[in-house]
């Protein structure tokens, strides 16, 4: 089996395991999805079959688009809503506010990961195979 499938991972579910469920669906051994959506974010996620996990970096290599919900007034430990309270605060900021500092979230974003995060196994990882991080 060759192709795609895009599905909407609900809330709760890892990107890797929509891709073990797709695989004994359709009964193939090859596939792979077109980025990791986090456990707690919901929403579309394309999976490549066979021989289409070859062109994944072609096709997905394109803008993408994210909505989102923000609770004003907490910090979290993870910088997510399983992470611990941190401080709080009662400022909430006005319309005006919001629209001033949107600019600032359009374009290239360079993502930083949360500090337990960067802590974890798991990056240090990502940061010792990272390509950007050997030298020649």
Same mark, same amino acid.
């Given at each position: =089996? ?10 709760? =579910? ?41 062109? =994944? ?38 319309? &005006? &506010? ?39």
């Amino acid at each position: =089996m060759h192709g795609w499938v895009i599905i909407d991972k609900p809330l709760g =579910m890892t990107s890797t395991r929509a891709v073990s469920i797709v695989k004994r669906l359709f009964q193939t051994k090859k596939a792979g999805h077109g980025g990791t959506l986090d456990p707690l974010a919901s929403g579309v996620l394309p999976i490549a079959l066979g021989e289409a996990t070859k062109v =994944m970096s072609y096709i997905l290599g394109g803008n993408k688009g994210y909505r989102f919900q923000v609770k004003w007034g907490e910090a979290r430990s993870t910088e997510d809503l399983e992470g611990e309270i941190t401080a709080t605060s009662p400022h909430r900021p006005t319309r &005006e &506010e919001i629209i001033q500092i949107l600019p600032h979230f359009r374009g290239p974003l360079e993502q930083t990961p949360p500090p337990l995060f960067r802590h974890s196994r798991q990056w240090q990882t990502r940061l010792r195979f990272s390509p950007s991080r050997r030298s020649l």
